[in-house]
């Protein structure tokens, strides 16, 4: 049981190592990473802030982390299409395309939880 345990840890930190590589790149190569993050730790303490409940706050602070998944998962899908064929094709296109409509969607969703916590708020 100690060997299992002692292997598990070692690969956490092994996938942790992978998982900060991959933060670390979105930042230094993805600008619209860097806006939603910028975005993200902003608005948490007015997520703290405006949700008068623990669920409001969950949601608020669930859609920020929502918009930066979808922005890595874009930003892997592109990486990988770059890596494939540098040159124009329409299935490229439309796989980027895709994922952006992806960020738009996540971004589309966190903007209406947050006007429909705000305009709760003022009504109260």
Known sequence: ?????????????????????????AFQDEFAFRLELLVGIIALPVAIFIGKTYIE???????LLLVIVAELLNSAVE??????????????KKAKDLGSAAVFVTLINALVVWIMIIISRLQA
């Open 57 to 63: 706050r969950a949601l608020l602070i669930s859609t």
């Open 1 to 25: 049981m100690a060997k299992f345990i002692v292997k598990a840890i070692l690969k956490l930190k092994e996938a942790s190592r992978y998982s900060f590589d991959g933060f670390k790149a």
């Open 79 to 92: 990486t990988t299409l770059n890596r494939i064929d540098r040159s124009w094709n329409p299935l490229t």
